[in-house]
C-alpha cells in the first residue's frame, strides 16, 4: 500500500511540474480602452445604433459588459478594426458622419421600400449564401 501511495504522489508531483504556468495577459492601457469606446460611440451614431438623444445609456452598458473581461491591446484592436470596417460600409453607404439627424429624408426609415436593384441584390446575396445548402 504504502508503494502505491509513493508512485501516486510521484506522479500527482510530476503532473503539477510538466504543466506550463498560467499565460499572464496584460490589460489594454486605459486610453487605448477609452479611444476605442469613443470610436465606438462615433460610429454607433453614425449608423443610429445609438440615439442621439441619450447616446451614453447603450454605451454605458457596452461598458459594462466589456469590463467583465480583461480586454488585452489585442482585444482592442479586433474590436477598432470591426469598427473601422463599419466605418467604411457606412461611408459606401452614403450614411453621413452625422448619422440620422444629418442624413437625408428615409435612408434610416426601416419601412421603406426598397428599390429594385437593392431587392436584386438582396435576392442574389440570399442564394450566394445559400448554394450547397441541403436545408428545405
Do not use: C
Request: proline share 10%; net charge negative; aromatic share 6%.
Amino acid at each position: 500500500m504504502s508503494v502505491v501511495g509513493y508512485v501516486l504522489a510521484r506522479m500527482t508531483r510530476e503532473d503539477l511540474e510538466l504543466q506550463p504556468p498560467p499565460i499572464q495577459l496584460a490589460p489594454a492601457p486605459q486610453a487605448e480602452t477609452e479611444a476605442m469606446y469613443q470610436h465606438a460611440r462615433r460610429v454607433w451614431l453614425r449608423i443610429g445604433y445609438l440615439h442621439a438623444q441619450n447616446p451614453d445609456a447603450i454605451l454605458r452598458r457596452w461598458r459594462q459588459l466589456l469590463s467583465r473581461t480583461l480586454l488585452t491591446e489585442y482585444d482592442v484592436r479586433v474590436v477598432r478594426a470591426l469598427l473601422h470596417q463599419t466605418e467604411w460600409v457606412a461611408k459606401v453607404a452614403g450614411i453621413p458622419p452625422g448619422g440620422p439627424p444629418d442624413a437625408p429624408p428615409g435612408l434610416f426609415d426601416k419601412h421603406r421600400r426598397l428599390d429594385e436593384q437593392t431587392k436584386r441584390n438582396d435576392e442574389h446575396t440570399t442564394e450566394a449564401a445559400t448554394d450547397g445548402d441541403d436545408s428545405p
